[in-house]
């Protein structure tokens, strides 16, 4: 900052030197110098005098370009500095924003406001630091040197000039603000819409609605289309004005100029002299506007991004929360109450616990609050009532980042990064070895897979894993949970859209990875989990039953009712299946089914 602030002095005194030492030279060269001037230059030859000032004239130029620019290149690194550190706080800002927030915000719009943010900051920084403060310093070191050769008139006249044109600036500006609001507005719904439908190309392609997509985004294009003719109309109204406004003030001071002239009170150097100050106002007095335009137009475009930082996050670290501290690995629910929306309660005084090392699922028809469960395990939101507790600590008490350090997840839908298949399973600890992430992989039985890819480790999974199957992305999902080491685990449906056959081995790869460990499943399957140590029944968000699996089937309540339908279904599938292969269905083996059904209650 110092040494850009010296650079800028120094451009400012070699641009004022110019036009003094173009005024000495018309002078000498008219025969119009003064005595005073000429003993400036005793012992010098007077015919090499002009030629003298004519190079000190463009060394003058010259240096009034390269101190210009190594004031910039000096500011670049405070300018840069400033928008990477902001971006960065926002980056960081929205990653502890609660889970409530992102679900009600539009990717596609949030990732435009960042970028029209970080521009945003980048212009004021620049506009403010590198136009308005030079311009300013410039103004006065004029105000100066013409009252000195001039006379307060010709000051007064300038910053009458100056006045009207600053206020005409900002005037014409404030009337642009609200088109480039609309603009902005257009801009990110467009953005919204054409990430939204990218991101859902399949579904577009199902239904075939590329028409309908087009026609949804032509209509916000078209919005901003008409913004911005506005926007570009009203910026060729303001140059005008502009041009006006200076180009009079210029005049008035060349009159006068001209007036003390001919009565012999200045020369034609000093003629030349106001005409040059003039000239060379204009350039930074021109950039002023453009400044104010700048700056007015960045602080929209960072409205929203500063909004963003204000927004503030629902699930906070309490004041000297303590880091969680796992002995054992015991989850308690105790007496949990929790609602998306206050009339619209999910759990209801719900209490259970999962002993360490061992296995609980919790089952029950959909919009039972399965789900819900792991968010709250999470802190992804905070529950509304009770308490959850692990080894007795309240995880509301802990610092979130123990807390999911501590646990670990293998979701019902596996979203990958757009990245190579080892960055995924490396994100589960970004310090492990190589050889530890290949040893994740074979425990999640997807080594071999990975091996035989012409890419191997290297290979790129796609937007979203899509180049992944299934089967593959939940692998890589456990893979990276086995990473990740944690002594809690929690499944949430982590096989319910996959075939029996792929089903069958990321069953077996998942017991692998909770053998020992606390493990809170959250199944659809119920073939998947009758050997969990113990069933949780959910209905309407509360418990409704609890048992091993047969102790449930002989109660003949919820879960045999859900077990009855879900055999009955495979069964059906098995049934349709057969008939598409052409083998005859066996209804003594059909009935044999039933009886087995009934005798396992």
């Not at 499944?491 to 075939?499: M, N, Q, V």
């Not at 879900?566 to 059909?590: F, I, M, N, S, T």
Request: aromatic fraction near 8%; proline fraction near 3%.
């Amino acid at each position: 900052m110092v040494l850009a602030f010296v650079a800028l002095i120094a451009a400012k005194v070699v641009t004022l030197s110019a036009p003094i030492a173009y005024k000495t030279i018309v002078d000498m060269l008219s025969g119009e110098t003064t005595p005073d001037e000429l003993a400036v230059f005793s012992g010098f030859d007077l015919v090499m005098v002009p030629i003298m000032l004519v190079v000190a004239y463009g060394m003058a130029r010259i240096f009034m370009v390269v101190f210009a620019q190594l004031r910039d290149v000096l500011f670049t690194s405070v300018a840069q500095n400033a928008v990477r550190r902001l971006a960065n706080r926002t980056f960081q800002h929205l990653h502890q924003l609660s889970l409530r927030f992102h679900l009600e915000r539009r990717t596609g719009g949030l990732s435009r406001v960042i970028e029209r943010g970080v521009g945003g900051i980048d212009t004021i920084v620049r506009m403010a630091m590198l136009n308005s403060i030079p311009t300013a310093v410039e103004l006065l070191m004029i105000a100066g040197l013409v009252s000195w050769y001039f006379g307060w008139l010709y000051v007064v006249v300038i910053f009458a000039t100056i006045a009207l044109y600053v206020w005409f600036t900002f005037w014409a500006t404030e009337r642009r603000l609200l088109i480039r609001r609309d603009m902005n507005e257009s801009d990110a719904e467009a953005n919204s819409k054409a990430v939204d439908s990218l991101l859902n190309y399949e579904t577009v392609k199902y239904f075939g609605n590329e028409t309908l997509e087009a026609r949804r985004y032509d209509r916000s294009m078209e919005r901003y289309e008409q913004a911005a003719i506005r926007t570009f109309s009203t910026l060729g109204v303001l140059n005008s004005g502009q041009a006006v406004i200076f180009t009079g003030g210029m005049v008035v001071c060349m009159v006068l100029a001209a007036r003390d002239i001919s009565a012999g009170v200045l020369t034609v150097g000093d003629f030349v002299m106001i005409n040059a100050i003039l000239l060379q106002l204009y350039v930074p007095l021109n950039f002023m506007g453009m400044v104010y335009r700048e700056i007015k137009q960045g602080l929209i475009d960072i409205e929203t991004m500063f909004a963003l930082l204000e927004e503030p996050a629902e699930v906070k670290d309490k004041p000297g929360a303590k880091p969680l501290e796992v002995t054992e690995g015991k989850v308690t629910f105790d007496h949990v109450a929790f609602a998306y929306d206050p009339g619209r309660p999910i759990l209801k005084d719900l209490s259970f616990e999962v002993p360490a090392g061992k296995m609980v699922a919790i089952v029950g028809p959909s919009g039972a609050g399965k789900s819900t469960l792991s968010r709250l395990l999470f802190r992804f939101f905070d529950v509304t009532g009770g308490a959850i507790r692990i080894d007795g600590q309240d995880i509301a008490d802990v610092t979130q980042a123990s807390l999911r350090h501590s646990v670990g997840m293998v979701p019902q839908d596996t979203v990958l990064f757009n990245d190579t298949i080892e960055y995924n399973i490396r994100y589960g600890r970004p310090d492990a070895s190589d050889d530890d992430v290949r040893r994740a992989a074979k425990l999640a039985q997807i080594h071999d897979f990975i091996s035989a890819l012409p890419e191997g480790y290297d290979a790129l999974v796609g937007e979203r894993g899509l180049k992944l199957s299934g089967g593959e992305k939940q692998r890589v999902a456990i893979a990276r949970t086995i990473l990740k080491a944690p002594p809690i685990l929690m499944l949430d449906e982590a096989t319910s859209a996959l075939d029996s056959h792929t089903e069958k081995e990321i069953q077996d790869a998942l017991e692998r990875v909770s053998r020992n460990r606390t493990t809170l499943v959250i199944a659809h399957r119920l073939s998947t989990i009758v050997h969990a140590d113990e069933i949780i029944v959910m209905d309407q968000g509360r418990i409704v039953e609890c048992g091993t699996h047969l102790e449930l089937m002989k109660a003949g309540g919820l879960y045999h009712s859900l077990w009855t339908q879900q055999q009955k279904a495979d069964r059906e599938r098995e049934r349709l299946a057969q008939a598409e292969d052409g083998v005859d269905e066996d209804p003594e083996r059909d009935e044999l089914f039933e009886d087995e059904v009934l005798a396992s209650s």
